[in-house]
């Protein structure tokens, strides 16, 4: 099983900074099913970013994803007040999907 | 629009089943795989497993085998997630989540809070 790991674990900025986050999986990954989402308290998650770097169906072009093999990132380029959230990166392979533990962007 | 609903929230014993279900609309509902995925309180997300509409396939995660039975009806369009020996540990939030290609989970149902308590 592949174990992705995210950090950091928080991340504290202020609105209109730049946020980088980062996934790393324990073997390489499919960039094709590498994906990101975003998590607010008492909601489901929503997709961001698939496929590492696609923008789901109205995701603000602030989001990027990069990366590839063992090492994604995804990039807020100027937090919004409504980016304050817990983030994850997924992956999907040989029928088997995972989850990063999550990096939670909060207000300083 | 594309959505899924999901039954009501369930409190179980310990050493109970519980079955939740997952009703899938505005789109073909055999042609796109759907995934279950839980979050206990205040924790991260984990991948429970994935079903075939189309042909009802499975693939489950390891530390769910044997515990977990997902199943559909394709004359209601629905899914639905089983999952037995029921412990304090499997009180979480459970979501099914469509998955538009290649594990990319695009449309989530808003969850059912399965509480298992004594």
């Known amino acids: 099983e592949i174990v992705l790991t995210q950090s950091p674990g928080t991340l504290s900025l202020s609105p209109g900074e730049r946020a980088t986050l980062s996934c790393r999986a324990s073997?390489?990954?499919?960039?094709?099913?590498l994906a990101w989402y975003q998590q607010k308290p008492g909601q489901a998650p929503r997709l961001l970013i698939y496929?590492?770097?696609s923008r789901a169906t109205g995701i603000p072009d602030r989001f990027s994803g990069s990366g590839s093999g063992t090492d994604f990132t995804l990039t807020i380029s100027r937090l919004e007040p409504e980016d304050f959230a817990v983030y994850y990166c997924?992956?999907?392979?040989?029928?088997?999907?995972?989850f990063g533990p999550g990096t939670k962007v909060d207000i300083k | 629009q594309v959505q899924l609903v999901q039954s009501g929230a369930e409190v179980r014993k310990p050493g109970a089943s519980v079955k939740v279900s997952c009703k899938a609309s505005g789109y073909t509902f055999t042609s796109y795989y759907m995934h279950w995925v839980r979050q206990a309180p205040g924790q991260g997300l984990e991948w429970m497993g994935i079903?075939?509409?189309?042909?009802?396939?499975?693939s489950y995660a390891q530390k769910f085998q044997g515990r977990v039975t997902m199943t559909r009806d394709t004359s209601t369009s629905t899914v639905y997630m089983e999952l037995s020996s029921l412990t304090s540990e499997d009180t979480a939030v459970y979501y099914c989540?469509?998955?538009?290609?290649?594990?990319?989970?695009?449309?989530w149902g808003l969850g059912t809070m399965v509480t298992v308590s004594s």
């Open positions: 073997q390489s990954v499919s960039s094709s099913y």
């Open positions: 989540a469509r998955d538009r290609d290649g594990g990319t989970l695009d449309i």
């Open positions: 997924q992956q999907y392979g040989s029928s088997t999907g995972t």
């Open positions: 079903l075939n509409p189309s042909g009802g396939s499975t």
């Open positions: 496929g590492a770097f």
